[in-house]
């Protein structure tokens, strides 16, 4: 087994709850040492991390510009290097899309702070690190947890969809501009099994019925497709839809 110190090193955001922890368990399979954060559960992350091995947490508030400066300093110090971003923290609101009214301004600056600013950011503050990364020998790779939301009129809010859509063309945006040394791609679920979305029941019927593969993704059908963009060497501004076909019905 490699030292944590030659670990290849991967920031996943959100990583104490759903989406997240299968991410961060998929990379320390695969020979990361993973950074694992939340907003404020500090015990979860703490246990999780002993739990993983090869893991270390970091509590930041991703609303606040000094934790993320801070995340990606923490993040970068413990074990030296940072070789891989996944952004997946993410809040949603759920709003019917006919009531324009209950889409207040405060949700839509929340949402846009959290979704698209918060990620943007996080790239900025780790870019140094990312391209010390490439210097290595090897690209550099961000991985954005959107949504179909983001690329279809869907979604539990137009606010949460609007996010999203944004945060994909930042992706394509960021692909262009810091390649070759760092990768920028994206995985957009539709429905995904985490506790969230565990009374979404009409969501639910529509995946098992409507959807090719008949099923909502488990948690660990997201972490396969960011795995597959992380161990790729090629891939770049890609949005890879992950909805389990429902997008062609
Ligand atoms: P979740 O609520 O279990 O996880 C969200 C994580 O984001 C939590 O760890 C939370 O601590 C973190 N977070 C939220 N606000 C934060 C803040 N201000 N500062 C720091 N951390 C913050 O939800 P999930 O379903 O695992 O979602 C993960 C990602 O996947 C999100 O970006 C979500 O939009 C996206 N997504 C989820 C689904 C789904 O069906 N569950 C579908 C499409 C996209």
Excluded at 150 to 177: E, F
Aim: with cysteine; charged share 20%; net charge neutral.
């Amino acid at each position: 087994m490699r030292p944590d110190t030659e670990r290849p090193v991967a920031l996943v955001t959100g990583s104490t709850s759903g989406i997240g922890v299968a991410i961060a368990r998929r990379l320390v399979r695969e020979g990361y040492a993973v950074v694992l954060h939340s907003r404020s559960s500090t015990d979860a992350g703490n246990i999780l991390a002993s739990e993983l091995g090869h893991a270390a947490y970091v509590q930041a508030d991703l609303a606040l510009e000094h934790d993320r400066a801070r995340l990606v300093q923490e993040a970068a110090d413990l074990w030296g290097r940072l070789d891989v971003l996944v952004n997946n923290a993410g809040i949603s609101s759920v709003i019917p899309h006919a009531d324009l009214g209950a889409a207040t301004s405060g949700i839509w600056h929340e949402l846009y702070e959290v979704n698209v600013i918060a990620p943007f950011r996080l790239v900025a503050e780790a870019e140094p690190y990312l391209r010390a990364a490439a210097r290595r020998g090897r690209s550099a790779c961000i991985v954005n947890i959107s949504s179909h939301a983001g690329v279809r009129p869907k979604g539990a809010s137009i606010p949460y969809a609007a996010a999203k859509a944004a945060l994909n063309h930042v992706t394509r945006l960021l692909a262009l501009s810091l390649a070759p040394d760092i990768r920028v791609n994206a995985v957009a679920p539709g429905l995904v099994d985490t506790p969230l979305t565990a009374n979404w029941a009409a969501a639910q019927q529509l995946w098992r019925e409507r959807s090719p593969m008949r099923r909502a993704a488990s948690p660990d059908d997201i972490a396969q497709a960011v795995m597959m963009l992380v161990e790729s060497d090629y891939l770049t501004g890609e949005i890879l839809l992950s909805d389990g076909g429902l997008n062609l019905t």
